[in-house]
């Protein structure tokens, strides 16, 4: 099977942009990690390598995939899959992660992470899928709860239903985004705080905040769109502090991957992030 299993410290992470390499290194404040992008480091050399070696050295780095299309209903792709293990044999990351979503159909990929009915048959296949990812990398994965706008009639199952029957036959971890939580539960018109509460938060390795925009729908209803592009709201801060408090301290990192701040500004963020962990019972 697998014996690796994630290692992140319960510290405030942020997402890596190359604009911010040097001033990471010489003021990363409050930040304890890193995440980077699994698809923007699969080549051969050059300084995005090398920095990301280097970075590696004075930080534990999480790797994040958007790429496997684990909901799809082919196979994975081989190629991406050995590409993603050779980058992770030789980073030997404190975490991977990867997407509940899909993105390729036959021989085409969509730049986009798209939504999946959550039945039986569904369920089958992301099992089948994650049970190859992590025989191939030797290691668990964590799987990231979607940011949904629309849910299908044909599900059969909750979405929290759906993620605890992964974790029980797959043996992986999950990553809880608490922004994902609140814009889909704005979407789809349910509480967000419901979703925690029937959410398997023992088997939580990561929690992920982002900022999202404001939008109306067609009948004039809220619309959030998980943009990533601007700090975390209010809100989902409201929201992180009622899942740490039943989680206890977590890996907690602040993602921003559009309009991408200074990084004084990316760093402020993350100081709050170590505020609202420095209220949690360890």
Request: hydrophobic share 40%; proline share 7%; aromatic share 8%.
């Amino acid at each position: 099977m697998f014996d690796h299993t994630a290692s992140l410290p319960p510290l405030p992470g942020v997402g890596y942009k190359p604009q911010h390499y040097a001033e990471i290194l010489q003021d990363p404040g409050p930040v304890g990690w890193l995440e980077v992008h699994a698809e923007n480091y699969m080549g051969d050399g050059g300084r995005p390598l090398a920095q990301l070696r280097a970075l590696s050295e004075r930080f534990p780095i999480s790797v994040h995939g958007v790429g496997l299309s684990i909901g799809g209903e082919g196979r994975l792709d081989r190629d991406h899959l050995a590409r993603l293990k050779h980058l992770v044999g030789w980073l030997d990351p404190a975490s991977f992660s990867e997407h509940l979503a899909w993105s390729t159909h036959d021989t085409h990929f969509f730049n986009d992470l798209l939504p999946l009915p959550y039945t039986e048959a569904t369920l089958a296949r992301v099992c089948d899928h994650i049970d190859e990812v992590q025989e191939t990398l030797g290691r668990r994965m964590l799987l990231e709860n979607p940011s949904s706008y629309l849910a299908f009639a044909e599900s059969t199952l909750t979405e929290t239903e759906f993620l605890r029957a992964v974790v029980a036959r797959t043996g992986c971890g999950l990553l809880l985004d608490v922004n994902n939580v609140f814009v889909s539960a704005t979407n789809l018109g349910y509480r967000p705080q419901d979703y925690i509460e029937d959410f398997p938060l023992e088997a939580v390795g990561e929690i992920h905040l982002g900022g999202h925009d404001e939008d109306e729908d067609d009948h004039g209803a809220p619309l959030l769109i998980d943009s990533h592009g601007r700090e975390v709201a209010d809100p989902v801060w409201a929201l992180l502090d009622l899942t740490l408090a039943r989680t206890g301290p977590r890996p907690l990192l602040v993602e921003w991957d559009t309009d991408v701040p200074d990084w004084p500004v990316l760093r402020d963020e993350a100081a709050r992030a170590e505020k609202a962990l420095s209220h949690v019972p360890a």
